[in-house]
């Protein structure tokens, strides 16, 4: 027995049982047990910045200033974007570790090689990209970006309005404007027109 033991010290006071709820995959059945792993994160701040400066110098306007307010409020208050997700499905991060030095290659095309030690030995990123993320590149990804010069988004591109629930502002289309002015230098839509409880369609 140790020092503190034999001095009559206590340490376990009680042991209770307790009903806990164990989640299991929807799929498999297997039990999920929460496990702290690395994640990957957008820095927001810039992106928040150019974003709000749209929106209070007219490069794009709700139809409402409740809606304004929820956007601003989100800007503002905005905190680095946890992206990665662990899902079956989505687009996988652009993200490839080597195998013999650890180093991270990261690239808008599949590598075929590390970028450090130049071993062919590299694994992509299992984790997905977050939903949010993937929907946010809606507006140009589909009309032929990166490939600015394609008659589908020379015409269509910036689009002429957005109809939209306001419960998503936050999630989906203050994204959606700061990916596409990231990507394209550019806003997405003028005009945001959002449903509101109580207001009709």
């Known amino acids: ?3 503190a033991e034999r001095e009559g010290h206590v340490y376990l006071v009680m042991v209770e049982e307790h009903t806990q709820k164990v989640f299991s995959c929807y799929r498999c ?3 999920l047990v929460p ?3 690395a994640q990957w994160f957008v820095k927001m701040e810039p992106l928040a910045r150019e974003a709000l400066r749209l929106v209070n110098y007219g490069g794009f306007v709700f139809n409402d200033t409740a809606t304004t ?9 905005v905190h680095d974007w946890c992206i990665s997700r662990q899902l079956w499905w ?12 650890g180093g991270m290659t990261v690239s808008e095309t599949d590598p075929t090689e590390c970028q450090h030690c130049h071993s062919t030995h590299i ?3 299992e984790d997905v990209l977050d939903t949010w993320f993937s929907s946010a590149l809606w507006p140009f990804s589909t009309l032929g970006w990166p490939d600015e ?7 269509f591109y910036p689009t002429d309005v957005l109809v939209t629930g306001y419960a998503i502002i936050s999630f989906w289309v203050a994204r959606l404007i700061f990916s596409a002015c990231e990507h394209t230098g550019k806003p997405p839509l003028p005009p945001v ?4 409880p109580g207001r009709g369609a």
């Not at 307010?69 to 208050?77: A, L, S």
């Not at 989505?90 to 030095?101: K, V």
Request: proline share 2%; hydrophobic share 25%.
């Open 1 to 3: 027995a140790s020092g």
């Open 123 to 125: 694994r992509q990123e």
């Open 193 to 196: 027109f959002t449903h509101r």
């Open 29 to 31: 059945g297997t039990e």
């Open 35 to 37: 496990v702290i792993s």
């Open 90 to 101: 989505g687009h996988r991060i652009p993200a490839w570790t080597c195998e013999d030095c």
């Open 149 to 155: 010069s394609s008659e589908d988004f020379k015409y």
């Open 69 to 77: 307010e929820i956007y601003t409020n989100w800007m503002e208050n």
